[in-house]
């Protein structure tokens, strides 16, 4: 049996106990993570917890709706047996009428049939398992190239990077050029950040260059034998200084031979697409579902709002894919 549970009525620790042991379970589908992206997030259950379904629920002008929440790329049907194609549409049939328009996110155990209102979106995932010298040997030349010229400037890690630095960093950077990225989303990932942080789970990897300036950094939060590449920025002197290929290869480097796969998290984008892939990524597939029941002026009004929001996607698609 399938029950729809309000956000006060979820049980966290059961919930929490189901995703930990899911097949497919995922960073962004724990209470503390969704309490932070989709505060009052409802849910749909079944049985006593044995498949869990998010549902990042909102509302404006009283219409009811679900959008998936910034830096979250994949949420769905999260079980301890591996979901059935069938399972899945049971679950989407079971999100209650009132919600006039739904576009979220599948995992990539998900499957529904190829229909109009279902599209396939690309995240890029590297295995490192193996050694670290199999692993580089995978690497594009042209990175190889920029991993040379980075090894001669100078470059200085730090793993204490605090959640601050690293977003004044993006926003002194790349967030000028992003105008529609609001205190909001930056307090989302602040908080992100250090909740992650302090559950041990997430770590901020800094490069500093010969003048002691922070040139890079990424937050890495680690579930489910995956590395998270979850929040990154990038300075102009970080771009001369290869600082951010630096980085990542040092990540691998030092990680490599577990059993861990570095998650990208994207990208739809082809520019990132192809720095993720120069490093022996693959393309990993997942679903994105669209349902709209809502009258024309309004899907006429929403359509416009989603095109300033896919911009800012395809710029920063962290924010979410």
Same mark, same amino acid.
């Given at each position: ?12 620790? @059961?919930?929490? =106990?189901?995703?930990? +042991?899911?097949? $497919?379970?995922?960073?962004? /589908? ?5 309490? %932070? ?42 079980s301890r047996a591996l979901p059935l194609e ?13 919600? @006039?328009?739904? =576009?979220?996110?599948? +995992?990539?155990? $998900?499957?529904?049939?190829? /229909? ?5 979106? %690309? ?152 720095f993720y892939s120069s490093f022996g990524a ?40």
């Open positions: 049996m399938i029950r729809f549970l309000q956000h006060d009525k979820i049980d966290t620790a @059961r919930w929490d =106990d189901c995703i930990s +042991n899911a097949v $497919n379970g995922n960073l962004v /589908a724990f209470s503390w993570y969704l309490n %932070i992206v989709s505060p009052g997030w409802c849910a749909l259950v079944e049985g006593d917890y044995e498949s869990v379904f998010p549902l990042p629920v909102s509302s404006r002008n009283g219409i009811k709706y679900m959008m998936q929440p910034y830096f979250s790329q994949q949420l769905g049907l999260f069938d399972m899945v549409a049971v679950f989407l049939n079971n999100i209650p009428s009132e919600y @006039r328009y739904i =576009d979220i996110n599948l +995992n990539s155990f $998900n499957r529904v049939p190829k /229909a109009e209102n279902v599209s396939e979106m %690309i995240n890029l995932e590297l295995d490192l398992s193996g050694d670290y010298g199999t692993i580089s040997a995978g690497y594009q030349s042209n990175l190889q190239r920029n991993l040379k010229k980075a090894s001669q400037n100078k470059l200085q890690i730090s793993t204490t990077v605090k959640p601050e630095e690293l977003i004044s960093l993006f926003r002194a950077n790349k967030g000028q050029d992003l105008k529609n990225l609001q205190n909001d989303q930056y307090n989302l990932i602040k908080q992100i950040a250090g909740e992650s942080i302090s559950k041990g789970t997430g770590e901020i990897w800094g490069v500093y260059n010969e003048n002691n300036e922070l040139a890079a950094g990424i937050l890495w939060v680690r579930s489910h034998q995956k590395a998270v590449f979850l929040f990154s920025a990038l300075s102009d002197t970080g771009k001369k200084s290869n600082a951010m290929p630096w980085l990542i290869d040092l990540y691998i480097s030092q990680h490599a031979g577990k059993s861990l796969t570095l998650d990208f998290e994207g990208s739809n984008n082809p520019g990132l697409a192809r693959k393309k990993v597939t997942y679903q994105r579902y669209i349902h709209n029941s809502l009258p024309y002026p309004m899907r006429l009004a929403l359509k416009i709002w989603r095109k300033s929001r896919l911009l800012l996607n395809f710029y920063f698609p962290l924010l979410n894919h």
